[in-house]
């Protein structure tokens, strides 16, 4: 039976069965008015859609309950995480790109691909992401971790930024480091990637070795960057994110 994410703004409708958290199959939720329906593909041979609804209540249904989605990611797993990312990114664009940017004229969706197009001047529109790239930077023993002061109190993570027009990810690397903590950094490796959908990035993620520089953080995005030894930690991000894989590895080594 296909699962149904069934958006409402951040949040997730959930259906709790046996004391666990579940993505309701159609029979559960086939008294909703869903207007459109969004295939986001396919879990274990399950399809997949999504849909959003106006209101966040269901009323007289105990057993329905809506969570964001950061914690249902962390609830359900990774493989969830990418579902729920891709569907309230596709909602979004859908519902945020209707009109021709060029000339004016309303768009419409492609049967055959995953996109929008104008009949009036024929321009093609696809999802935008913005990619970012996200890097550890090790020096000896040390990994190099900085408070974003849109953090909660506490919480440090790796360096993190959006990718420039015409930059390649390794200079983006090299120019995101230096403007928020002031260090020149070499050695940088490809480590992985992640879609992050808030609200419509891909995080690239690289390790690198510290150059030479002393920190000096930026003081508008980063309020503060230490270098910290495996023992001496403080407060990391979750391990959904590609920034605790990150850090994983450094405590691997
Ligand atoms: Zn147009």
């Known amino acids: 039976m296909d699962l149904w994410f069934v958006f409402n703004d951040d949040k997730v409708l959930t259906y709790k069965e046996n004391e666990e958290v579940h993505i309701p199959t159609y029979d559960k939720i086939d008294f909703l008015d869903i207007k459109e329906e969004y295939y986001i593909?396919?879990?274990?041979?399950?399809?997949?859609?999504?849909?959003?609804?106006?209101?966040?209540?269901?009323?007289?249904?105990?057993?329905?309950?809506?969570?964001?989605?950061?914690?249902?990611?962390?609830?359900?797993?990774e493989r969830f995480f990418l579902l729920l990312g891709r569907g309230k990114q596709i909602i979004n664009w859908d519902k945020n790109n209707r009109f021709c940017g060029k000339c004016g004229?309303?768009?419409?969706?492609?049967?055959?691909?995953?996109?929008?197009?104008?009949?009036?001047?024929?321009?093609t529109y696809y999802p935008q992401l913005s990619p970012a790239i996200i890097v550890s930077v090790?020096?000896?023993?040390?990994?190099?971790?900085a408070h974003n002061l849109n953090f909660k109190e506490g919480l440090f993570s790796v360096i993190a930024g959006f990718v420039e027009a015409g930059e390649t990810f390794e200079e983006s690397?090299?120019?995101e480091v230096m403007e928020e903590v002031g260090i020149k950094v070499n050695n940088i490796k490809y480590f992985g990637n992640q879609p992050w959908p808030f609200p419509n990035s891909v995080m690239i993620g690289f390790t690198a070795e510290y150059e030479s520089g002393?920190?000096?953080?930026?003081?508008?995005?980063?309020?503060?960057?230490?270098?910290?030894?495996?023992?001496?930690?403080p407060d990391i991000p979750n391990n959904l994110s590609i920034a605790r894989k990150l850090i994983d590895e450094f405590l691997r080594s």
Do not use: Q
């Open 41 to 77: 593909g396919s879990l274990k041979g399950t399809e997949c859609y999504a849909c959003e609804i106006s209101e966040d209540k269901i009323y007289n249904k105990p057993y329905f309950e809506f969570i964001d989605i950061r914690s249902l990611g962390i609830i359900l797993g």
């Open 105 to 123: 004229s309303e768009i419409h969706k492609l049967d055959n691909e995953r996109a929008k197009k104008c009949d009036a001047c024929g321009t």
């Open 138 to 145: 090790i020096k000896g023993e040390e990994i190099l971790l």
């Open 173 to 175: 690397v090299k120019r």
């Open 214 to 233: 002393e920190i000096k953080v930026d003081g508008t995005e980063i309020g503060e960057a230490k270098w910290f030894k495996k023992d001496k930690l």
